[in-house]
């Protein structure tokens, strides 16, 4: 049952999070979470351990199905579409890439890493194949490093590079949108500065989901930014008016630090 966008009805935003509550058992994760990202934004998700963000990210491309414990209600739309809709269900994976927080390396080289998807989908011509594995990793900021050793294994790679080539990886996809989980979380300060000049170059082709415990990061880069507590969807706005007043207590206490 796909149910499309009007003719002549207003633009939908990139990404519509509408009522989204996920279920484990007891526990709730996500509780009546509604937001709107817009195409070509980076949009930061910040909160402290446990508040639900992974949780929100697994929804957007729906891996939240391959927990079977979770209950999910609400819905999550791209360009208007209900993401349950969408046929066949793995374009979703392939409309909203995900970067995790550790890099995951497939076992096999540098190249194979990014012409995996290409190859998945039919592509064979090895001169179309080569252009894209140079695209994704330029757009990486890794190319120069690795342009000589295509053919190394990709988990020999250092930690940064190895996230690197995880970005690579889902840019090979061609994503609409971009989830990222903590990226920096095992990678040095040099490569995350890095990472973040991708972004910003990223953000003219793609929508960006940022989902970050920096929250100086998501200052540097996130147009607007949401506070998520326990499963609630605290409160969101311009990222700098977020930081500098925010209107809610428990989003003040934590951009200043001051959270236990
Ligand atoms: N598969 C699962 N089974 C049971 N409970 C889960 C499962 N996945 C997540 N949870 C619970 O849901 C809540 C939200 O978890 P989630 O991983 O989304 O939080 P998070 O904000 O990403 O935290 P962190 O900052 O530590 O990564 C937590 O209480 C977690 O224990
Ligand atoms: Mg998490």
Request: charged share 25%.
């Amino acid at each position: 049952m796909v149910d499309p966008v009007q003719p002549g009805a207003p633009t939908p935003p990139k990404l519509a999070v509408e009522h989204l509550s996920v279920r484990f058992g007891a526990k709730t994760a996500l509780d009546d979470v509604s937001f709107e990202v817009r195409d070509q934004e980076i949009y930061a998700i910040i909160g402290p351990a446990g508040g639900g963000k992974t949780t929100l990210l697994r929804c957007l491309n729906r891996t939240i199905n391959l927990q079977s414990a979770a209950v999910v209600s609400g819905c999550v739309r791209i360009d208007g579409v209900d993401n349950r809709t969408i046929r066949p269900e793995p374009d979703v994976r392939r409309r909203v890439g995900m970067v995790a927080p550790l890099p995951v390396g497939l076992p096999m080289s540098i190249y194979d890493n990014v012409a995996f998807a290409p190859r998945m989908s039919g592509v064979r011509d090895r001169t179309v194949l080569d252009a894209k594995v140079e695209t994704c990793l330029r757009q990486a900021a890794l190319w120069d490093e690795v342009k000589d050793r295509l053919d190394q294994l990709g988990t020999r790679l250092s930690g940064g590079q190895q996230q690197r080539l995880t970005i690579a990886r889902a840019l090979s996809h061609d994503p609409e949108i971009l989830c990222l989980d903590e990226f920096s979380i095992a990678v040095d300060p040099v490569t995350t500065m890095r990472i973040e000049e991708v972004l910003r170059e990223l953000r003219s082709d793609m929508t960006i989901v940022l989902v970050t415990n920096l929250t100086q990061q998501a200052r540097r880069l996130a147009g607007r930014t949401a506070f998520f507590l326990q499963g609630k969807l605290i409160e969101v706005g311009e990222t700098e008016a977020l930081f500098e007043h925010a209107a809610d207590d428990r989003t003040r206490a934590y951009v200043q630090g001051e959270f236990g």
